[in-house]
């Protein structure tokens, strides 16, 4: 009985490759079944050796039945080997019943083939798209390597396993389910970017993909924390971010204090934001604390008083510096921020025109395809002219054959008479 379970039907082989959708756990013993797939056409030699096999067994005594116990692999082999009525009989199932076929897209130079159910449910933007392995969806903008993260949603190798481990391969699939409108997917990757993603990462997704639950929290995260944005955190969130984000944390001091506000502000500023006027902090400093030396107070009054005036010059100063190096972080921001536009407006005049250039070579194709689909209507217009011709032609000669004939018959006939006529006349005469 096992033998008949190897002779399915090619539809069934065809669906075979949906197994995640309906896993059974790689066992090598049980043959994955698509659930809108019958065995109505299964031959009918395998139904008829069922019924031939099955009398064979009914024919046998008792004992010869018991020793022949089936496992419960041949009974459920046995359920699915029984006639099948005609495929007309048999109403669609209004939720599983998937349609059979594929979607081709070309990602990076490498072909993709997989069901175009999955596609076309979330997204309109895929009916009539990747028809063929010679005419594929193109996806511009995606890599190979977060494609294949995002079909491991759709095609899990284990239920509740992810292949996506860090906030960038998360991110990855975020914006193909963002982009196609994958609703559920948008949903699960927000939640597992969630527990892993800094307060930075949840500005910048939350901004770009309008998660804005996400907004307030990660601003008063980084507003509040101890350390000062990093410079590749303030590219990621841009100029008008960063200086408010300054602002913020100036305006409500959370930063970070030393006992020496001098050696902070040396070893802070020069070696984070490698300012170049070293030497011009040193010969401050010096000349400062000359001026103090010589304005020894005669009391300890006047000497308060003057370590007062000078720590506030001081302290005055310091804060002048700071705003100048802020005032110059932001410029460099906003002049990087100004780059980055300018590169994406090249990228975007480049696609375009490569957009163009394929745009008129399709169009010089088509028209080329045009022109020799007109050259060959052209030539089967002569052809079926000449046959015409020929015809007419052989027509002609067979009329004119055929009139020969007929001219020589009623010349042989008017001759018989004539003999006949002679004979006749020669009889009567003798």
Not at 393 to 414: F, I, S, V, Y
């Amino acid at each position: 009985m096992s033998t008949t379970l190897e002779r399915r039907s090619p539809s069934l082989e065809s669906m075979s490759s949906a197994s995640s959708a309906f896993s059974f756990d790689d066992n090598p013993g049980i043959t994955p079944i698509s659930p809108n797939v019958t065995v109505q056409n299964a031959s009918q030699s395998v139904v008829s050796n069922f019924w031939t096999q099955a009398e064979q067994e009914d024919s046998l005594p008792e004992s010869g039945r018991m020793g022949r116990a089936t496992s419960p692999r041949d009974e459920h082999s046995k359920s699915f080997e029984a006639p099948q009525a005609p495929i007309e009989a048999y109403p669609m199932h209004e939720r599983f019943c998937f349609p059979a076929e594929n979607i081709y897209f070309l990602v990076e130079g490498v072909l993709y083939s997989v069901h175009r159910y999955f596609f076309e449910r979330d997204s309109s933007s895929f009916a009539g798209q990747g028809l063929s392995k010679q005419e594929p969806m193109v996806l511009a903008n995606v890599s190979t390597h977060d494609f294949d993260l995002f079909l491991s949603i759709l095609y899990p190798t284990s239920f509740g396993v992810h292949p996506a481990s860090t906030v960038e391969e998360w991110s990855g699939i975020l914006y193909i389910a963002d982009k196609w409108s994958f609703l559920s997917i948008r949903t699960l990757t927000i939640a597992q970017i969630a527990p892993i993603a800094s307060a930075v990462d949840k500005i910048v997704f939350g901004r770009l993909y309008g998660i804005n639950e996400w907004l307030a929290g990660a601003y008063q995260a980084v507003c509040t924390r101890p350390d000062a944005l990093t410079l590749e955190e303030g590219r990621r969130l841009g100029v008008d971010d960063a200086i408010r984000i300054n602002a913020i944390r100036q305006e409500f001091c959370f930063v970070r204090v030393s006992d020496s506000s001098s050696k902070l502000f040396k070893d802070d500023v020069e070696s984070r934001f490698g300012l170049a006027n070293q030497t011009e902090h040193s010969a401050s400093r010096k000349s400062m604390k000359d001026v103090a030396d010589r304005l020894k107070p005669d009391n300890t009054a006047q000497a308060t008083s003057k370590k007062e005036e000078a720590a506030r010059a001081a302290e005055n100063e310091r804060k002048k510096r700071e705003r100048e190096a802020a005032d110059k972080k932001a410029k460099e921001l906003e002049d990087r921020q100004h780059e980055a536009e300018m590169e994406l407006k090249e990228d975007a005049t480049k696609t375009a025109e490569r957009m163009k250039m394929d745009q008129e070579a399709a169009n010089k194709m088509a028209k080329d395809l045009e022109d020799k689909q007109r050259e060959a209507e052209m030539k089967w217009k002569e052809q079926v002219a000449k046959a015409s011709e020929r015809m007419k032609m052989d027509q002609e000669a067979a009329d004119k054959k055929a009139k020969g004939l007929e001219d020589k018959q009623r010349e042989a006939e008017m001759k018989w008479k004539e003999r006949k006529t002679w004979r006749s006349s020669n009889a009567r005469q003798r």
